[in-house]
């Protein structure tokens, strides 16, 4: 792993007019401002609930969307603005696998045809024919390559995960956006398909931007990870920081209100009151601070930056973030003593949209 | 590339299919949707007879020389010596004979049967012409507007208000005589080919705004699906979005408009030549003859009869050619 | 589940398996040997075939099982909510002392709303676009209460809005359902199920279209009501951490059939179904080592119309071979299995389940 970013992403911002008639009533903010690095071979985790901007990137990453501002730089090259002409050769290595695993094969189309599109459209023609190349491909996601000639409707939701996969694989790309891959299957489906994105990644060498909004799954499969609050990141840093250290109270709040199998009865101490607000008004200051137990007066004032403490990996947004492992480990005896929901009980009044 | 690590998973999966017995198409290879709403409408007796039915028609009207030779009478012959002196054919139900099969005009005494064959095919072909210009322009108009949106999208939605506001009958009735006396002056005398032409063009203007609307519906409903956004990842452009993801999933219901608008066509041909609009006496077609025909309904009624009964049997025939294949194509909808 | 022990356990796994019975009687809700049947264009769907089990009052059963195991319809059966023309419904589902199955729609549809109610994945399509909220909860209440007058049902649904954690309940009844947030129309949605206080909540997968931290408020308030309210509780999910979160009892639904059940300390603890494993085993979970693989089932859920033979898990049953044909000939039954009330249907002897547990699925650390 070099230490050459292959993919930087700074101030990336969308904002999404909200129109009533001809008339702009408001503007969605969707995504305000992201700084991010993924370095070759690397998997960053992108993970929030839903209205976090998560999907936004993703989708601006690959350039379905345009950024209204900020700037991506794909191996070297800005590629913010790029026409379709310009974008062309580096489509090849970044391509995006979707969530729904029905919506995104056409359905009138053969999995041979789906598969090879990304050659065709490209013009490109590999050595043995498309056909072999196909085959190969089917082959690697662990499909039957002789089911080539068939239909999307004859396979399942995991197997049709696994065409767009293959799909996504067919430039040979550097990096893959997957957007929720594995949300829409049953479970004992998801992790054949988190079982083969990571031994793809291994094998290839991808690197990855892994969109999810379930942390469970993301930490079996990311080395990095971006929590996302109402279009920021709030917190970003290794894997072993984020979910054993975590020192923003939001990704706090998430990881424990996890239902984990392998605890029993009511966990999680920590419960956060109301909803995710509107990205059409979020809150002044730290957008957090809304359903915060911890936010002061200076929370709702000056906006948090996300900055490395202690010379760190981890990046934390927050006025008062949580201090380092043994202080936390402390604590956590303190909490964990008491019945459940008393210790940090959040004194936040209700916000809804 | 090297098999993947998770190749035992995989193939565990694939030949857990079988043993899971999944329906049955799975054992046959690479059913396409389209053979598949085939042998849905294979299996509709309706459709099938309905379809022999159309078949059988269309034969007929395109080889309507050959049953000339065959039959041995033109269109424009007429048979005088076989006419009483009031112009009415001699013999029963209209001067049904052996040589004449559905009898003879009463008045300029042609054959009836042979006339009947070449305005089948003159309306066969107007309508099916009328009906390929109007899916062509509705799906251009349509797939652009619908994929596109924005201005563009508004400027064709407007055309297609202005379109639906003009009135059809109004502007066909003052049209058609306009173009032809510009054309061919006070007497010139008009051509077949001209006046068919002319009626083409009057549907096309009128008729594919339904087209336009629903392909646009269509489009729009899909261009958020992910498969296309998976072909714009891949960079693609335009056309290859349109006509190779877009397209093929919005033919079912552009077949089963088209499969009912060349009755609506056939019809409308028929009315526009009952009205004196359409075609000339010159070219045979269903409107004309119903039309000549009237004045003996209460004398010769088979004279209406023949031409009445073979454009209901045709139009009949279509109408529920399109429901059956509106069912085998979208089998959700009759349920 | 204490009502639906067979009968004292310690039995010999060979002794034929006996459906729910002893405490019974207390139960409030008590479901034996219902079989669901739809006839579709292409066969016979046995939705379910042969599903028992009971849920007192104030406890919560979890129902577990993927796409097509036959959760959901279970449920729509029990609040008779099925197409009496395509359907066809065996067995004895008894609420309340009385039998449900058979009943004309007209007495279904009373006890419906009042003793028992259902919680929908998707509260916007189970509530009206069209109409307040709060008018479709007062509308729900006087169903049930023809005497209430429209000022007491307002105020009975201002209630219930606050009670479910609405914020000023008074001013959202007046709100339509795109007002609402995802997380306050599932509330409002638990609320109106609740207007006539029913005896019997079923959740289908109420919280599946949550985020995790609302998810968390709905789980700690159905908590809150269930031991307020003393309410049974049938909570139909696939996720197995809510399951362990907020059930009692479990039962784990397969193509239809019900392969296991017992506690939620039983069935996630000491699982006995290689179908449980597997289902424990590839969730990923926070903790434990994160680097290692998940261990997937193979292969996809059944088809409910063509099942397979014998047990209905043995293609993608790794231990299917130890069972030898019977698998692939012979129905397994639920029986007892180790513990008091544990039961599992599965052709592998105790010692074999042990043995494998203990082997393959202990060891990758996943439900200690």
């Not at chain 2, 998976?230 to 290859?240: D, F, P, R, V």
């Not at chain 2, 004309?288 to 073979?310: C, E, H, N």
């Not at chain 3, 028992?52 to 029990?78: C, M």
């Amino acid at each position: 792993m070099t230490d050459e970013p292959l993919l930087r992403v700074r101030g990336l911002t969308k904002h999404f007019p909200v129109r009533q008639g001809l008339r702009a009533t408001g503007l969605v903010r969707a995504v305000d401002g992201l700084d991010f690095d993924v370095r070759p071979g690397e998997t960053l985790g992108l993970v929030g609930e839903s209205g976090c901007g998560k999907t936004t990137t993703g989708r601006m990453l690959v350039r379905l969307l345009e950024p209204t501002s900020g700037s991506i730089e794909f191996a070297g090259r800005d590629i913010t603005h790029a026409g379709r002409r310009e974008l062309r050769p580096l489509r090849q290595e970044l391509q995006i696998i979707f969530q729904d695993p029905y919506a995104s094969l056409n359905p009138r189309h053969t999995v041979g045809r789906i598969v090879a599109m990304p050659l065709q459209v490209n013009g490109i023609n590999p050595p043995g024919g498309i056909k072999a190349r196909v085959q190969e491909l089917l082959e690697l996601v662990g499909l039957n390559p002789e089911h080539y000639n068939r239909y999307p409707h004859e396979f399942s939701g995991g197997q049709r995960q696994r065409i767009g996969i293959a799909r996504a694989l067919a430039l040979r790309p550097k990096l893959i956006v997957a957007d929720e891959p594995v949300s829409a299957l049953d479970v004992s489906i998801q992790a054949q398909v988190v079982n083969l994105l990571r031994d793809l990644q291994r094998e290839l060498g991808l690197a990855f931007v892994f969109i999810a909004h379930d942390l469970a799954v993301v930490r079996h499969f990311c080395q990095r990870v971006a929590v996302m609050y109402l279009g920021r990141i709030v917190e970003i840093g290794d894997r072993a920081d984020i979910y054993e250290r975590p020192q923003h109270p939001y990704t706090r709040a998430l990881l424990s209100a996890i239902p984990d199998v392998t605890q029993l009865g009511p966990a999680g101490r920590i419960r956060l009151t109301g909803d995710v607000p509107t990205p059409l008004d979020p809150p002044s200051g730290c957008r957090f601070r809304t359903r915060c137990w911890k936010a002061q007066d200076v929370c709702a004032t000056e906006e948090p930056a996300l900055v490395a403490r202690d010379g760190g990996n981890q990046a934390t947004a927050c006025h008062f973030p949580e201090p380092a492992r043994a202080a936390l480990q402390a604590e956590a005896a303190v909490v964990g003593a008491e019945p459940a929901g008393r210790g940090v009980e959040a004194n936040v009044e209700e916000v809804s949209s | 590339m090297s098999l993947s690590p998770v190749e035992g998973v995989a193939l565990a999966e694939i030949e857990s299919d079988g043993g899971m017995g999944e329906p049955a198409a799975k054992g046959v290879v690479g059913r396409s949707p389209g053979q598949l709403a085939w042998l849905r409408l294979r299996r509709d007796r309706t459709a099938v007879v309905s379809g022999v039915l159309l078949v059988f028609f269309m034969v007929l009207g395109l080889s309507a020389p050959l049953i000339e030779v065959v039959y041995g009478v033109g269109p424009r012959e007429q048979f005088q010596n076989l006419l009483d002196g009031f112009g009415m054919p001699l013999g029963y139900a209209g001067g049904v004979t052996g040589d004449h099969w559905f009898g003879l005009e009463p008045g300029l005494g042609r054959d009836i049967f042979i006339r009947l064959i070449y305005g089948l095919r003159t309306s066969l072909f107007i309508a099916f012409a009328a009906a390929l210009i109007t899916a062509t322009i509705g799906i251009g108009l349509g797939a652009l507007a619908g994929y596109l949106g924005g201005w563009l999208d508004a400027v064709i939605n407007w055309i297609t208000d202005l379109t639906l506001a003009m009135p059809f009958l109004i502007i066909a009735l003052a049209l058609t005589p306009t173009i032809t006396l510009r054309f061919y002056g006070e007497r010139g005398q008009v051509s077949s080919a001209f006046g068919v032409g002319v009626l083409i063009a009057v549907f096309a203007i009128f008729g594919w705004t339904s087209t336009a609307r629903l392909v646009r519906g269509q489009v729009i409903a899909l261009r958020e699906r992910e498969f296309v956004e998976a072909a714009k990842a891949s960079g693609a452009g335009l056309g290859h979005i349109i006509f190779r993801q877009l397209l093929p999933n919005i033919w079912a219901p552009i077949l089963v408009s088209f499969s009912l608008a060349v009755p609506q066509f056939i019809t409308s041909e028929a009315a526009l030549s009952f009205i004196g609009v359409g075609l000339s006496d010159e070219t045979p077609s269903f409107g004309r003859m119903i039309y000549d025909s009237l004045d003996f309904l209460q004398t010769d009624p088979a004279y209406v009869f023949f031409p009445g009964i073979t454009i209901f049997a045709l139009v009949f025939a279509f109408n529920l050619f399109g429901d059956a294949l509106r069912d085998a194509l979208d089998p959700k909808s009759s349920r | 589940m204490d009502s639906s022990e067979p009968s004292p356990s310690g039995e010999p796994d060979d002794r034929p398996a006996v459906p729910a019975q002893r405490s019974d009687q207390d139960a409030y809700l008590r479901v034996s040997d219902l079989r669901v049947r739809f006839d579709t264009a292409d066969g016979v769907v046995r939705a379910v075939d042969g599903v028992s089990f009971a849920v007192e009052r104030g406890r919560t059963l979890g129902i577990v099982g993927e796409s097509g195991s036959g959760k959901s319809v279970t449920s729509l059966a029990i609040l008779g909510l099925h197409d009496p023309k395509r359907t066809t419904i065996t067995g004895e589902i008894s609420v309340g002392g009385r039998q449900v199955v058979g009943l004309p729609d007209e007495e279904v549809r009373r006890l419906r709303g009042r003793d028992m109610a259902m919680i929908f994945q998707d509260p916007l399509s189970a509530l009206h676009p069209y109409y307040t909220v709060g008018r479709q909860i007062a509308e729900a209440y006087r169903v049930h209460h023809p005497k209430a007058n429209r000022r007491e049902a307002r105020q009975r649904a201002v209630d219930m809005l606050d009670r479910v954690g609405i914020p000023q309940p008074a001013r959202r009844f007046d709100q339509y359902p795109h007002e609402f947030s995802g997380g306050m129309r599932q509330r409002a949605m638990i609320a109106m199920s609740l207007v006539n206080d029913p005896a019997l909540l079923i959740a289908d997968e109420p919280t599946t279209a949550l985020d995790v931290t609302v998810q968390a408020q709905i789980l700690d308030l159905l908590a809150d009501l269930q031991a307020e309210f003393h309410s049974a509780i049938i909570l139909i999910t696939h996720d197995l951490g809510v399951v362990g979160q907020v059930a009692d009892d479990v039962l784990v639904m397969y193509g239809g059939r019900a392969i296991e059940r017992g506690s939620v300390q039983q069935v996630l603890r000491s699982p006995q179904h290689p179908y449980t494993w597997g289902l424990l085993s590839s969730v990923p979970s926070l903790h434990g080592d994160a680097d290692a693989d998940l261990v997937p089932i193979p292969g996809n859920p059944p088809s409910l119309i063509n099942l397979p033979s014998g047990c209905a898990f043995h293609p993608r049953c790794r231990y299917a071979d130890r069972a030898g044909s019977r698998s692939r000939s012979e129905v397994p039954e639920l029986r007892p299995a180790g513990d008091d009330g544990h039961l599992v249907a599965c052709h592998l002897s105790a010692e074999d389940r042990a043995a494998f547990y203990a082997e393959d699925i202990a060891r990758v650390g996943v439900a200690v």
